[in-house]
């Protein structure tokens, strides 16, 4: 029976991991807290006491966890996977990092002799733990012939832009569309609801228009309802995906102004409402200066 690790149990990364207790895996885990572990423990996990605890004997490991230091920190750091993680073990990075990370990660990783796929995953966390999320890869061809039996419990999409980073810079490169896509949202239904609209009518146009894309047609509802309950993907973490983004443009040489727009809103909305549901963006847009 293979054996995998997954540390980092957020919205996401929990029903992800469950998905291998569904398949069949032998499953150890840790997180910084042990209570979002205890549903996986009840249905046959092992706690781990450090990602390196986890990692022992695993055939793959997945991490999920917020950004570059943190993923740095479980892979490299002071009880790390690379402490205990076998040669030949597939390291799987599903979490959002900067293409940078992602290069840097994945040469220190292969000279410990570990297979190195970076894999971000687009869905909400229903998807997660149905199964059906969408998994953006870079890999080398062989690596991911052997990593897809343990990646296939997570999403039946696969897409394979490439090799070792090519699935961060698509991961990057979407977010940082929908930062934009929800900034400039957050825009209009406020020039509509300044301007006495009946914002139902907005909302229904929108999201049969032209313009309308799964995060129109779901931001647009919550916008227009103030409904933000349950947040899926916080203000600070979309910042940190756009900041990401934009480096790596301008690692290319480009010049990326709508970009830097959205991040300056999102690095305001980091600020004042960080752990809070990105739709709330809405709520920073205030009355400007009259015109002359």
């Known amino acids: 029976m293979s054996h995998v690790a997954f540390i980092g149990l957020g919205r996401m990364g929990h029903g992800m991991a469950g998905r291998y207790l569904d398949s069949g895996f032998t499953l150890a885990v840790w997180n910084r807290s042990r209570d979002k572990a205890d549903s996986l423990i009840a249905r046959g996990a092992r706690w781990a006491t450090s990602p390196a605890d986890a990692a022992r004997d695993a055939d793959a490991i997945v ?6 230091a943190a993923s740095h920190k479980v892979w490299a750091g002071k009880g790390g996977i690379v402490e205990t993680a076998r040669n030949g073990a597939l390291a799987i990075e599903c979490s959002t990092v900067s293409h940078r990370h992602v290069l840097d990660m994945s040469r220190d990783l292969m000279l410990r002799g570990l297979r190195y796929i970076d894999c971000p995953v687009t869905g909400l966390p229903d998807a997660a733990a149905a199964g059906k999320l969408t998994l953006l890869v870079g890999a080398e061809t062989n690596d ?38 929800i900034a400039s949202l957050a825009e209009g239904l406020r020039i509509a609801e300044e301007a006495g609209l ?40 979309r910042h940190k995906d756009a900041h990401y983004a934009v480096t790596l443009a301008e690692s290319l040489g480009l010049d990326p102004r709508v970009a830097r727009a959205a991040l300056e809103i999102y690095a305001r909305a980091a600020t004042e409402m960080s752990d809070d549901d990105e739709g ?9 200066p009259a015109a002359d």
């Open 198 to 237: 009946d914002m139902q009518l907005v909302q229904q146009s929108l999201a049969s228009g032209a313009v309308a894309s799964p995060q129109v047609v779901r931001h647009s509802a919550r916008m227009v309802a103030r409904d933000f309950a349950g947040a899926s993907f916080t203000a600070a973490l």
């Open 144 to 181: 991911l012939e052997v990593a897809r039996p343990f990646l296939a419990p997570l999403g039946t999409t696969i897409r394979h832009f490439g090799a070792i980073g090519a699935g961060t810079v698509f991961k990057l490169i979407n977010n940082l569309i929908g930062a934009v896509q």
């Open 280 to 288: 709330q963006l809405i709520d920073l847009i205030k009355a400007g």
């Open 63 to 68: 991490t999920m966890v917020a950004d570059d």
